[in-house]
């Protein structure tokens, strides 16, 4: 399979890279600045999501994209719904049929009705990150576009930890422990995107991942 990354030097794009090339599936790697991306047996490409044109050919001939983008290195974060747009609008014109989206925890559900991001204790630093994220859901619930997307959110916590291969899937509901924690490595999180990739299993939706 042939997978395209959009963010693919960030954090968590680069474990979803690392993942994808272990198991041996060909990669597109993409980036504002191609020059930093370092794994061999990628094909690179430099993209500024910002700016006009670039995107259908650095995506062409891909099975899939996943797009692990965010607004927090340049404090502009409405780009991220902006880039829901643009991918919705542009992806199908590349010939490209399936999205993964990597998402946040901030418009799960922890009460019915309730989202994380509305609980007294959200981290202040992150609730920008959320509030973009939630935005760019409600583009693709509202879009007609014929791509077949999929939002994909962690777990309220994220971190670099170990792979060890498991995960549960939820919906819009925050999945939680036996002791109320919310938690995924990225190494797993990455290892539900790529097994999201391969099997195809949900359409136009949103699920969680968490331990």
Same mark, same amino acid.
């Given at each position: ?5 959009? /963010?693919?030097?960030? &954090? #968590? ?9 272990? %198991? ?7 980036? +504002?600045? @191609? *020059? ?15 700016? %006009?044109?670039?995107?259908?050919? !650095? ?21 991220? !719904?902006?880039?829901?747009? +643009? ?6 014109? *590349?010939? #490209?049929? +399936?999205?993964? &989206? ?8 922890? !009460?019915?009705? $309730? ?8 981290? *202040? ?7 973009? =994220? /939630? ?13 077949? &997307?999929?939002? $994909?959110?962690?777990?309220?916590? #994220? ?8 995960? +549960? ?22 290892? @539900?995107?790529?097994? =999201? ?8 939706? %949103?699920?969680? $991942? *968490?331990?």
């Amino acid at each position: 399979m042939k997978i395209a990354i959009l /963010g693919a030097t960030g &954090w #968590i794009g680069t474990s979803i890279m690392n993942e994808a090339l272990n %198991r041996q599936h060909q990669v597109i790697a993409i980036s +504002r600045d @191609a *020059a930093k991306i370092e794994q061999n047996g990628v094909t690179s490409h430099s993209l500024d999501l910002l700016a %006009r044109g670039g995107l259908i050919e !650095a995506v062409a001939g891909a099975d899939v994209v996943i797009a692990a983008i965010g607004g927090r290195a340049k404090g502009n974060h409405e780009m991220v !719904a902006a880039t829901a747009r +643009r991918l919705l609008a542009e992806l199908p014109q *590349a010939g #490209i049929k +399936r999205l993964l &989206w990597v998402g946040g925890a901030g418009s799960l559900e922890v !009460a019915p009705g $309730v989202t994380l991001i509305t609980v007294p204790d959200f981290p *202040a630093e992150y609730k920008d990150e959320a509030l973009a =994220q /939630g935005e760019a859901l409600e583009v693709f619930r509202q879009s007609d576009s014929p791509l077949n &997307w999929l939002f $994909v959110s962690p777990a309220a916590e #994220i971190f670099p930890g170990e792979r060890s291969g498991k995960y +549960r899937l939820g919906g819009d509901r925050l999945l939680t422990d036996s002791e109320g924690n919310s938690k995924i490595s990225v190494q797993d999180y990455a290892v @539900a995107l790529v097994d =999201q990739a391969e099997k195809a299993g949900h359409h136009h939706t %949103r699920i969680g $991942v *968490a331990y």
